[in-house]
């Protein structure tokens, strides 16, 4: 898997379970932090990804858990892609 969640941040969606699945499948690859964002700017998930511009987070989970963004780090700072 080209990302892995390592955070729900918004508590209707918490599910320990996709938490521990993506756990597993971490790898020493995944090193992009990222974080997704619903239209108010509410951030709901943060992750990692092994390619730092990958819209496979949003296009996988994000859009049915409703966001709309999603930002990586870049020098300290998350930038929306």
């Given amino acids: ?9 918004e508590n209707s969606l918490k599910d320990d379970e996709l938490i521990k699945r993506h756990s597993t499948l971490k790898t020493d690859k995944h ?7 619903d239209d108010d700017r509410e951030l709901y998930f943060e992750g990692l990804s092994k390619v730092n511009n990958s ?8 859009y049915s858990a409703g966001c709309t963004e ?3 780090l870049e ?3 998350y930038v929306r892609l």
Avoid at 3 to 8: C, D, L, Q, W, Y
Avoid at 31 to 37: A, E, I, S, T
Avoid at 55 to 62: A, N, S, V
Wanted: net charge positive; charged share 25%; aromatic share 20%.
């Fill in 31 to 37: 090193k992009f932090p990222f974080r997704m964002y």
């Fill in 70 to 72: 999603i930002h990586y």
């Fill in 55 to 62: 819209f496979d987070p949003l296009d996988e989970i994000g």
């Fill in 75 to 77: 020098k300290g700072k």
């Fill in 1 to 9: 898997m080209n990302f892995v969640i390592t955070k729900i941040v």
